[in-house]
């Protein structure tokens, strides 16, 4: 008897923590499927763990890391995390259902360090693919992952803009295979902020049919440096005037400067304030760890972040 009530009971809590209403893009918003509120991501990029010498370095299958790691996620107040590297083996339950519970959705980077597309050697072949659709097969089955990203600053200078060819036939494919499956995760791009190309990288992610290019648009963005910069002088006005009446959801996947000490955020107001969300819909703060670099990491030189 006392077995069945502890089940039950068990029973009752995941059915409640699986409970968060999936994200759903309409034009170039996110939209909470049920309530059809607007959502604006409030997130911050998430990848503990990089100092480990493990080949695999996954924090969503690390339950006790993330069982660490939600209080302070829940206090910062974010809605979102976006995880760079993460394996389609291993065991999500707890993590993605801890997150859930805690209101906090997850946009997934599809390439690891090794499974990834060289800016410099690039190539794409059916492994890549077939990697990548694993990663989906483990991951859609969670309400709360809202996006997976099919890049990361893989072109980032005007000698290797070839490379985003191949990365584009990556999201093309990846989104084909999604849709196979009856699956709706919208499949988006990260790009760096490079002055000579970003023009180039924008519109060349947004162009050809709905099937062949990104559903959203995510921008790496460090151009607000210290309290005295404005939304001028920063170089943000610019970046977000080219986004006016966008199509597709545009976001920043990484944003803090780090050049002025200590780092006070004041892109904050502009990014969640009228200068911006008629057309972005948020971003995520680098990073929830710090790192020898105070700010970024480099795992390796297949790994662009
Ligand atoms: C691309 O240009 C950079 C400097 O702008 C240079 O360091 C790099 O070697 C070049 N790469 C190739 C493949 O030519
Ligand atoms: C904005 O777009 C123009 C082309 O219309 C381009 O020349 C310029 O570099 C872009 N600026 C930014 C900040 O992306
Ligand atoms: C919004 O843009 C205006 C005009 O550039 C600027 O004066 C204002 O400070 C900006 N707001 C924020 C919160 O950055």
Redesign the pocket.
């Known amino acids: 008897m006392r077995a069945t009530l502890v089940s039950a009971a068990i029973l009752g809590l995941a059915s409640q923590a699986a409970s968060i209403d999936p994200l759903v893009i309409k034009g170039s918003k996110w939209f909470n499927s049920k309530t059809g509120a607007q959502f604006f991501v409030k997130g911050i990029d998430y990848q503990p763990d990089i100092t480990s010498t493990s080949a695999v370095r996954d924090p969503l299958a690390d339950t006790a890391g993330c069982t660490r790691d939600l209080p302070f996620l829940k206090d910062l107040g974010v809605n979102a995390i976006r995880v760079y590297q993460t394996e389609p083996f291993g065991n999500h339950d707890k993590c993605m259902s801890m997150l859930a519970d805690a209101g906090i959705y997850v946009m997934l980077d599809l390439s690891t360090p090794t499974e990834t597309i060289n800016r410099d050697t690039p190539s794409y072949d059916v492994d890549l693919l077939g990697y990548y659709q694993r990663k989906v097969d483990t991951f859609s089955k969670y309400d709360n992952v809202f996006a997976f990203l099919a890049g990361n600053e893989v072109t980032n200078a005007y000698n290797n803009t070839g490379a985003s060819a191949y990365v584009k036939a990556a999201l093309r494919d990846v989104k084909s295979y999604i849709k196979s499956k009856h699956l709706t995760i919208p499949v988006g791009y990260a790009t760096n ?1 490079d ?1 000579d190309i ?2 180039q990288l ?1 519109t060349y992610f947004d162009c050809g049919s709905i099937s062949d290019r990104a559903d959203f648009y995510g921008i790496n963005l460090y151009e607000w440096c210290g309290p005295t910069a404005t939304f001028e002088s920063s ?1 943000y006005a ?2 977000v ?2 986004f006016t009446s966008w199509d597709v959801p545009v976001l920043l996947t990484e944003y803090g400067c780090n050049a002025i000490k200590p780092r006070t955020f004041p892109e904050i107001a502009a990014i969640y304030g009228s200068n911006m969300t008629s057309s972005f819909s948020g971003g995520f703060v680098y990073e929830y760890v710090e790192e020898p670099n105070d700010q970024r990491i480099y795992w390796n030189q297949d790994c662009r972040l």
């Open positions: 902020d002055a970003r023009w924008q170089g610019d970046v005037k080219n």
